[in-house]
Antibody, heavy 121, light 110 residues
Framework: QVQLQESGPGLVKPSETLSLTCTVS??????????WSWIRQPPGKGLEWIGH???????NYNASLKSRLTMSIDTSKSQFSLKLSSVIAADTAVYYC?????????????WGQGTLVTVSS | QSALTQPAFVSGSPGQSITISCTGT?????????VSWYQQHPGKAPKLMIY???NRPSGISNRFSGSKSGNTASLTISGLQAADEADYYC??????????FGTGTKVTVL
């Protein structure tokens, strides 16, 4: 059974960089057809796709966040990471990491429990 | 890109059927059979209920079904149960290779 777990600071100051890591267990981040994704949900609001990274390091980002976003992957540790720079209050959200199966199908099948990140001074 | 459009609220009595719509464009929902649906209970992570328009993952009740016509996808829940009360989100692949979610629908069991 694949499991994902987010980790990182729960509080970030405005203008600073939000950094989160997702650790994958029960499966390999090197598996074909899987993309490792970040999705966020502001309090009381809907889901927003942030972007994803493949084992090769190829990325695809939400255009509205692209200028502030960096994703990376460490296959030796089965981890992938998110960095969002110059954060503002609107970046306050529960951040989820998830596995995206893509290719002949397309869906998020495994999700982390989510971690709340608050942007506040 | 704007989120896919869903009704904010849908309700039904136990045992009834309800349908949630998800409207996109010819660049996402209408272009590919890559629509998925997620159930989210309060404080929990979303759970995959339907993928590729009308496929159920292992363990998901056959009371949940999906369909698509043009730019609009739909999720139908038949034999509505109290446990089905949750938020539901559609998701779609887009022509730019990005992913989009719907605005979300709160399902209430009366």
């Amino acid at each position: 059974q694949v499991q994902l777990q987010e980790s990182g600071p729960g509080l970030v100051k405005p203008s600073e960089t939000l950094s989160l890591t997702c650790t994958v267990s029960g499966g390999s981040v090197n598996s074909a057809n899987y993309y490792w994704s970040w999705i966020r949900q502001p309090p009381g609001k809907g889901l927003e796709w942030i972007g994803h990274i493949y084992a090769s390091g190829n990325t695809n980002y939400n255009a509205s966040l692209k200028s502030r976003l960096t994703m990376s992957i460490d296959t030796s540790k089965s981890q992938f990471s998110l960095k969002l720079s110059s954060v503002i209050a609107a970046d306050t959200a529960v951040y989820y990491c998830a596995r995206l199966e893509a290719g002949t199908s397309d869906y998020f099948d495994y999700w982390g429990q989510g971690t709340l990140v608050t942007v506040s001074s | 890109q704007s989120a896919l459009t869903q009704p904010a609220f849908v309700s039904g009595s136990p045992g009834q059927s309800i349908t949630i719509s998800c409207t996109g464009t010819s660049s996402d929902v209408g272009a590919y059979n890559y629509v998925s649906w997620y159930q989210q209970h309060p404080g929990k992570a979303p759970k995959l209920m339907i993928y590729d328009v009308n496929n159920r993952p292992s363990g998901i009740s056959n009371r949940f079904s999906g369909s698509k016509s043009g730019n609009t996808a739909s999720l139908t829940i038949s034999g509505l149960q109290a446990a089905d009360e949750a938020d539901y989100y559609c998701g779609s692949y887009t022509s730019s290779g990005t992913r989009l979610f719907g605005t979300g629908t709160k399902v209430t069991v009366l």
